[in-house]
């Protein structure tokens, strides 16, 4: 064989050898509503990495505490319907395009079903009180559609208060037959003036009185994950200060649209709400 050939060849290999596909491993194929699909990626340098889910892109961040490792929280949204779901995942590797799909499977989570009498819809708001909920809503999906690149935690994410839990999240508000609503968050049982602390450290994006969750804050503790406080009686911290994990931010109340003292604590990824309790489990696993 010719020199220069086996050369040509030589180097065409080694460029495949360098162009090879990033390692991929999906925490699970099997789905439920309003949970959280993590993935990863071995990689020593980020290569554009993407999830998509019907056409949301989720960007993949480094692992918060492994080395060459990446990372991405892929949210299913409470009211997804279909059952068969693809994930695809775009990279670039010496600028060549790599797409891997991969089938997931949805199904609903074991929520619990309570009828309502009146639909939310038509209880009826004052034009102004109209106005102010419009606008705090419009304002924190603003806040849960930032995504930051920074992340602020280093170590696992805690709940605010250690008690009994008196709602769990997503219990289905039905109707006529149909869902309306869900219940957003998981509520615990917090006597008035119990210290709530924060999750893990971050960025407070909200604190103030709101007309449903009363007074409220929001965290931002980067890569789009976000933890909410509603119904304080009490706040000690202001936007844009930053926490710290186990910070007392607040004192637990009945503020807000509430039928008695407790903590009504969310969370978002992404700009999609999820079961704190599977976000929380799904972050652990990664320390
Ligand atoms: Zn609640």
Redesign the pocket.
Known sequence: MNIFKHLLILSLFSTYNYAQKIELRLQTKHIKNANVLLILAKSSQNNKLYAILNDRKTAFNPHPFKKNTFYALVPFHYFMQEKQHQVIITYTVDKKEFFEGFNIELSEDSYLSEEIKVSSSKVSLSVSNKQRTAKEYKEAIDVYNQVSQKSFWFDDFMYPLESKVT?PFGTKRVYNNTTKSY?????FKAPLNTQIKASNNGIVKISKNRFYAGNSIIIDHGHGIYTCY??LNKMFVNVGDFVQKGDIIGLSGSTGRSTGP?L???TFVNGIQVNPINLINTLNTLN
């Not at 219940?183 to 509520?187: K, L, P, S, W």
Request: aromatic share 16%; proline share 0%; glycine share 8%.
């Open positions: 709602s219940h957003t968050g998981i509520d509603f119904h407790h009504h604590f969310a």
